[in-house]
């Protein structure tokens, strides 16, 4: 096994090296799914079998590595708030994004109201669920599902993504703290658009039926400055992605997004579909589904493999 | 100007090109000073003169710049919180430190009780006051003011910082909310040393009297994985330097930390005697001091210093 | 004037001591007006005119005394919340009623989310906006507008009372915040019926349009232990009018419940319509409408005139 | 049995009635006493009996009744409140005692930091901790321990009353959450006599050993308009009673005031130490002491008893 070394930075692992930390994150990762629980407040999500437990990776070259369930599809859920967060900066701009949302670190659950209701009119960051919608009602408007279906498919490199129907219908049946959240922006004059429509057009966005290998991808565009490295694509501008990556990396993992960067030192995103999508350096994309969460809401296996990733592989973004 | 391309990572200008965004970064900082306040909960803080402004760089070659008030001494305050992680990982180890402070983004501003009394028993990291305050009461009974005097002596390179007497008993005067927040974690179980003698210490601590340039080489010591580059001595484990790193990262400007992580994406850590210490990679650390303060209790000329070198030196984190 | 004393309770005034008394109440009430605002958060709320005052009292013999704009129609808004307390407590009676709600004061404004989401999943109190909106839900699916219309006219002996249109579509309209409160408790399980009929029936019973004459009558009720003393009809249980009496001492006048406890003595319940009703002992109602409300969101000439009646005919309840 | 019947007023049961009444109270409170749980976070207090029970009566006439351990000795704990209003009120007024708290009900436990950190910056009322520590803080300079200990003999009619030491320093010992209220307070610049001396006043008041005996007679004093009626003696203005007893209504039992409210309707007063001290109309005192408690901190054979006694005895305030 021979290792690049890099001035100033950590070195870069062999494809063989790499190729096994892979195999045994998957080995560490399925072990520990017995540990967590299948999310339930949502009926279709029940429905996952907790045993199940997939990564894919995906570099800067076009090498693509995959174990277990990596083709199984799932909803996505709140890693789509990365995807609404770069449609906004695509299409407002840095400046008008952060004037409806606010990019600090909440340290609340994601779906607190707490938060909402006594520090600030402006949600805290865009990846907590009052974030996410704010940002939605915004695009409400102007935007169809299906034009944010487009932009997911090609972030992910993935046609085939589609509406989960039964989750959208479960989802929409069983938002109602959605529904408070949107309710209460909507008193307090933060959020403009139509409450109805709002939510509707966000229980469809994280209803999008994923892989892992999709989120492989989606993480692979973000490391690699928002550039599909296959098609030369330009998808996101270099500085949005240094922003998503920040945010990322402070809030993208609930109430312990401080513990995943001690850990793991790789942006992050958690969705409690058990998907967990990592933009690491390389550039690298890390797709992991894995549905037994615990008790923050991310996926224990997914968590698990990637420390294991991030120590073998010197992932750590503080690593320097 | 030639810069050195290193694939997978941003490049790294010349030395000519680093000084010259310095004077930049001095220029603009020292303009803004006039938008800022000079702190004043405590009497002897409120004396600071908010025009003043100083950088300080030290790199791990042994280069060093300065510009401005590079060389006056303030109380080092919110940024000793560092040293004190520092101190409790090198005598405690990691798992220790951990379980006296969790270690999330709280969202919260610097010395918020209510996080405190709602959410959990343990503080929510070790750089809010109640986190800091958690891990000197741990430490109160086997160590000295002056064994965590002559640690912070050696991670600054600076053998004249000392105890700021007026500062100190400034602090001691007014520090009623910081005795509020212990004598609280003492109630709930978590404090188990004496209150007294750790808000005693606690303020001690934020009384050393440093300069930018102790600073500067403070940030250089977390930058270059805890070893001091000129003596080689090793000051921190390399694990327990990414573990402060990232926590800098997350929760080291207050409640500005996910905008500086953001719009400049370093570990960086301040304190409201108008203190900014930064661990850029290269190594490079960065002290800057600049007594005007935001609203959020940040050194604005600091901040927007960072602002300026972090673009025109490519020093975002995330620029991967 | 002579004044009839019993033993262990306060001397009861003379006719012509307790018309002097109203008397003067009106004109310290009609002269504190201008130191009020009509509410604005409900658009036909806004058009009120904040100098109209009225009183009305009745009492147990009959006798009725009117000045001012006693007559005026305004929308009874939070007075509602005692005519549902009634309607919940006899048509389920006490336990049913008091599974839904706690019987504490909040000491919260009379919209808050925040102790909803943090203390306890059932709303503190009826008299709140979470506790009335819990309270309509149970009703919503057996009971119309109709039906809660006819106990209100009962009740206010104002067979007059009707639903105002144009407050009720203002209220729907930009009744957001209520919409927030319902979804909140929909999703936390408490809340079982459905929401949007909740809230509709909740907007309307809010709407209904009465005069201050009405909330003497209701008033009268309430302090006659249920029962109308002209009709000699027996409306609400004694033991549940104690029950009324005892929550709109501690908690009808949302933040400032307690100092009107203080300072009048006399179970009231306020409305942000400008209604203010009053259960004083003798048996006595009495009704006082005056749009412009203190920072709290009570009558201030309600208040005032309330805290000149209080000391002069000695109504204080804890006068004994 | 025969009831003088009173107009406008409810029925007084004959001496044989109420003696009955209360040996049954008596029974019903003792039967309960092995649901509750003496209090333990002072240790001194873990010591007490959790079956013990005993009641004191005392009327206007001078007779009084006594069951079970009447003449146990306690500490008076948050009883004491009352003691220290009516002393503020007695040297400083009305308007200047409410300078330094509100008047609310707080709707939060007897030791919340939360509202004094989010709301105000007063004190919600003088029935909660924060609110009396800061009445204390008031006296502190000018009056010592003995000045309010012969104010609370006075009222008590009870010349033994006195410090019981070891409950003194069990509290000054784990007396932690009082003190981080204080400083916060004083942080707050609300408090602003000295933090320690006040904390140590507000220690010796709670340690004041009492008896149900003691308690009756404070309570036959608040009742009777302030004056004792055996010596005839005027102890506090008969305006200020009706504020104490307004506020006992309202604030008296921790979180459970409203439930007190509504099923007793009795102002009354509780303290951890078991004490619980009501002001019934008559005039008449009671006084129980069961050191049992509820989840509330009250005394559950206390309210048990004093249920069946204002059922029995028409005690309800609201039973006009």
Do not use: W
């Amino acid at each position: 096994m021979t290792e690049k070394t890099i001035p100033g930075s950590a070195p870069l692992p062999s494809r063989e090296a790499v190729e096994q930390a892979f195999r045994e994150a998957y080995e560490i990762g399925r072990a520990v799914t017995i540990t967590g629980k299948v999310a339930d407040y949502i009926p279709e999500l029940a429905k996952a079998n907790p045993r199940d437990f997939g990564i894919a990776m995906l570099d800067g070259e076009g090498h693509s590595l995959a174990f277990g369930d990596a083709d199984t599809r799932f909803s996505i859920q709140s890693v789509c708030k990365v995807i609404i967060l770069a449609f906004s900066l695509k299409v407002k701009g840095f400046r008008e994004t952060f004037s409806h949302v606010m990019m600090e670190p909440s340290g609340d659950a994601f779906n607190s109201i707490l938060k909402l209701d006594t520090r600030s009119n402006l949600p805290f960051n865009p990846l907590i669920n009052a974030g996410a919608i704010q940002l939605v009602s915004t695009m409400a408007e102007r935007f169809s599902f299906e034009d944010l279906l487009g932009f997911a498919r090609e972030l992910c490199m993935d046609p085939e993504i589609c509406l989960n129907e039964a989750v959208y219908h479960s989802e929409f049946d069983s938002g109602d703290r959605n529904r408070a959240i949107t309710y209460l922006l909507k008193s307090k004059g933060v959020l403009r658009g139509d409450p109805e429509k709002t939510v509707d057009l966000y229980f469809k966005l994280c209803s999008m039926a994923v892989t892992a290998r999709s989120l492989a991808s989606l993480g692979l565009v973000i490391s690699n400055d928002g550039v599909n490295p296959i098609s030369g694509e330009h998808l996101i501008d270099r500085e949005y992605v240094r922003t998503i990556k920040s945010l990322m990396f402070t809030c993208g993992l609930y109430d312990s997004s401080g513990r995943f960067g001690v850990m793991v030192g790789v942006p992050g995103k958690s969705g409690v579909g058990g998907g967990l999508m990592c933009a690491a350096r390389g550039p690298m994309g890390i797709g992991l589904y894995g549905p037994a969460l615990d008790e923050f809401g991310n996926s224990v296996a997914g968590v698990k493999a990637m420390e294991h990733l991030s120590r073998r592989l010197n992932l750590h973004v503080f690593d320097y």
